[in-house]
Nanobody, 123 residues
């Protein structure tokens, strides 16, 4: 499967962005789909995932209550709605897919990665 993340950009603190991760080649619903981000000088951080079943994992504390993951099977796309954004949300955001039956949502477990999309939040 090929993944294409989009929707990044520049937003002011308190604003919103919606990221999309479109898949081609296979249907997304057979994968566990996760969103990660990597800020400059920091390790890649797991944010949230949507399971093959449609269930959603816990959100990272850093985004809990502000970000929402969703999936549109008809469009073969996973989304990340980001609200009440903060300068600390500035990072490159990645979507990833794990084809395993069960996933631990670790970076090393993800089989496919989209190219990141840059998100910059100004203060």
């Amino acid at each position: 499967v090929q993944l294409q993340a989009s929707g990044g950009g520049l937003v002011q603190a308190g604003g919103s962005l919606k990221l999309s991760c479109a898949a081609s080649g296979r249907t997304l619903s057979i994968y566990h789909m996760g969103w990660f981000r990597q800020a400059p000088g920091k390790e890649r951080e797991f944010l949230v995932a949507i399971r093959r079943s449609g269930g959603i994992t816990d959100y990272a504390d850093s985004v809990k209550g502000r970000f929402t993951i969703s999936r549109d099977n008809a469009k073969n796309t996973v989304y990340l709605q980001m609200n009440s954004m903060k300068p600390d949300d500035t990072a490159v955001y990645y979507c990833a897919a794990d084809s395993a039956l069960y996933s631990d949502y670790q970076e090393a477990s993800m089989d496919y990665w989209g190219k990141g999309t840059q998100v910059t939040v100004s203060s």
